[in-house]
T-cell receptor, first 112, second 115 residues
Framework: AQSVTQLDSHVSVSEGTPVLLRCNYSSSYSPSLFWYVQHPNKGLQLLLKYTSAATLVKGINGFEAEFKKSETSFHLTKPSAHMSDAAEYFCVVSEGFQKLVFGTGTRLLVSP | GAVVSQHPSWVICKSGTSVKIECRSLDFQATTMFWYRQFPKQSLMLMATSNEGSKATYEQGVEKDKFLINHASLTLSTLTVTSAHPEDSSFYIC???????????FGEGSRLTVL
């Protein structure tokens, strides 16, 4: 079975500083990986996805992630945090046809 | 982008009653919809896969008689929590797969509180 591990339950940054949210995956074959964002009491919004094309994936709102097979990682980054980025972020792996396995989530806190 | 709507967005009910939550794909047809449950400050857990015109496929540990799923049309799936109890209180989220692109779109969730 595939799985993802989000290494940090909380990440705190100051506005304007870089963001790094870490994710490691476990998969027996080439995975499809996603990052979703969830604002309080809201559904999920897709930030970006990796599906075996370019290893550096650019998403919405300035986020990007790099697929590193050798490290089994898919970390999410953003050069400069904005207050509106404060939310819960989920790293997700696809376990076959549209069946998603979610990580435990990382709460991003952004201070002024 | 495609829109998935859930209704109600929040509901409070008494213990022992049943509650129905609707998931609609507003601008595309979805042969497959997924239902997730999210406990406070936790991740989403897949409950079941709903296929239009056939029985839902439940994940291990999910009681199918407790959580009834009906996918009667290509734009609507419903989740009914039967004889709800306080431990069923949770945030329920659905997603729908666009037939043309295969991409998944999520609803905004329904918060159920059972008193």
């Amino acid at each position: 079975a595939q799985s993802v591990t989000q290494l940090d339950s909380h990440v705190s940054v100051s506005e304007g500083t870089p963001v790094l949210l870490r994710c490691n995956y476990s998969s027996s074959y080439s995975p499809s990986l996603f990052w979703y964002v969830q604002h309080p009491n809201k559904g999920l919004q897709l930030l970006l996805k990796y599906t075996s094309a370019a290893t550096l994936v650019k998403g919405i709102n300035g986020f990007e992630a790099e697929f590193k097979k050798s490290e089994t990682s898919f970390h999410l980054t953003k050069p400069s945090a904005h207050m509106s980025d404060a939310a819960e972020y989920f790293c997700v792996v696809s376990e076959g046809f549209q069946k998603l396995v979610f990580g435990t989530g990382t709460r991003l806190l952004v201070s002024p | 982008g495609a829109v998935v709507s859930q209704h109600p967005s929040w509901v409070i009910c008494k213990s022992g009653t049943s509650v129905k939550i609707e998931c609609r794909s507003l601008d595309f047809q979805a042969t497959t919809m997924f239902w997730y449950r999210q406990f406070p400050k936790q991740s989403l857990m897949l409950m079941a896969t709903s296929n239009e015109g056939s029985k839902a496929t439940y994940e291990q540990g999910v009681e199918k008689d407790k959580f009834l799923i009906n996918h009667a049309s290509l734009t609507l799936s419903t989740l009914t929590v039967t004889s709800a109890h306080p431990e069923d209180s949770s945030f329920y989220i659905c997603s729908a797969a666009s037939g043309s692109s295969g991409e998944l779109f999520f609803g905004e969730g329904s918060r159920l509180t059972v008193l």
